[in-house]
């Protein structure tokens, strides 16, 4: 069964910084693309961030584009999320997501896309 599993959650301060981590010991893993999603409570689980296989095409919510930064490293299996001028808005549970082999700005928003989903971490921002 594949596993994604993030890191690097916590509480925090508005305006602070916080860098998320997803890592698998799949070795197929430089064939995914990848996204991080979130989820406040009692609301749907919402795009934040993806990026393609080779790392070179990106995707941001309108929401966190220009504060937010998803990129990812093959070698080590593992995908960020660079997270900078925190606000209690972004205070969810994150999630990260991997679907084999494809990738396209179509569809990348969509939960159902996606393959792999780990368990998430929850960021918590204070006012």
């Known amino acids: 069964q594949v596993q994604l599993e993030e890191s690097g959650g916590g509480s925090v301060q508005a305006g602070a910084s916080l860098k998320l981590s997803c890592t698998t010991s799949e070795r197929t893993f430089s064939t995914w693309s990848l996204a991080w999603f979130r989820q406040a409570p009692g609301k749907e689980r919402d795009f934040v961030a993806a990026i393609n296989l080779n790392g070179d095409i990106t995707q941001y919510a309108d929401s966190v584009k220009g504060r937010f930064t998803v990129s990812r490293d093959n070698a080590k299996n593992a995908v960020f999320l660079h997270m900078n001028d925190l606000k209690p808005v972004d205070t969810a549970v994150y999630f990260c997501?991997?679907?084999?082999?494809?990738?396209?700005?179509?569809?990348?928003?969509?939960?159902?896309?996606?393959?792999?989903w780990g368990s998430g971490t929850q960021v918590t921002v204070s006012s």
């Open positions: 997501a991997a679907a084999v082999e494809r990738y396209h700005p179509a569809w990348v928003k969509t939960t159902g896309e996606y393959d792999y």
